[in-house]
């Protein structure tokens, strides 16, 4: 099973500001990655699969980057509704499908 | 655009089965373009995949829990159901139906709902 570790597990940062959140790969995975954002009290929401494509609606500001086994996930400009917590996913080898253990974007 | 709603008891004792059915509007669970799945997550921890259904009879369930899984659909009722037998507390979770496409991406969720596994 390939197993997806993502850092730092909290990023403290304010609005406005430039957010990396990182996603490594036990294996190369090309680049069948996803990524998830989460708010509280509510399921996850796709924002980009295949590492770079943005789902619809998501804003221009969320790109993701990465292949084979190093990804990233970058918010530009943060706004408010940004804070949340963010899961890497991985369809490479599926099934079964696999989440990293989340990163928390929070307030600074 | 596809909708899920989960429903099913909020509260199952231990050793006892946990049931849940989703209903889907907007898409039909006969289509072979989706797998329609189940993805759980336990109070404040991550996600974990538990197994999906497609074109109606095919399964595929995540091998640490497959002793205890059956996914199953309705097409006459348009919904999908799971059933998770022997539980214990580490099963309590948030339950969420959703659909993946052919890729494996997820690409719709239901809102989830709470199961709390206590006698």
């Known amino acids: 099973e390939i197993v997806l570790t993502q850092s730092p597990a909290t990023l403290s940062l304010s609005p406005g500001e430039r957010a990396t959140l990182s996603c490594r790969a036990s294996q190369s995975i090309s680049t069948y990655l996803a990524w998830y954002q989460q708010k509280p009290g509510q399921a996850p929401r796709l924002l980009i699969f295949d590492a770079s494509n943005r789902a619809t609606g998501i804003p221009a500001r969320f790109s993701g980057s990465g292949s084979g086994t190093d990804f990233t996930l970058t918010i530009s400009s943060l706004e408010p509704e940004d804070f949340a917590v963010y899961y890497c996913q991985q369809r490479s080898n599926w099934p079964p499908i696999t989440f990293g253990q989340g990163t928390r974007l929070e307030i600074k | 655009q596809v909708q899920l709603q989960e429903s099913g008891p909020g509260l199952v004792k231990p050793s006892e089965t946990l049931s849940l059915t989703c209903i889907v509007s907007g898409g039909s669970v006969s289509t072979g373009s989706y797998y329609w799945s189940w993805i759980r997550q336990p109070p404040g921890k991550g996600l974990e995949w538990i197994g999906y259904?497609?074109?109606?009879?095919?399964?595929n369930y995540s091998p640490s829990l497959r002793s205890r899984v059956t996914i199953s659909v309705d097409t006459s009722k348009n919904q999908f159901s799971l059933k998770l037998s022997s539980v214990t507390a580490a099963d309590t979770a948030v339950y969420y139906c959703v659909r993946v496409l052919s890729g494996g991406v997820v690409d719709s969720w239901g809102q989830g709902t709470l199961v709390t596994v206590s006698s």
């Open positions: 259904i497609y074109y109606s009879v095919n399964t």
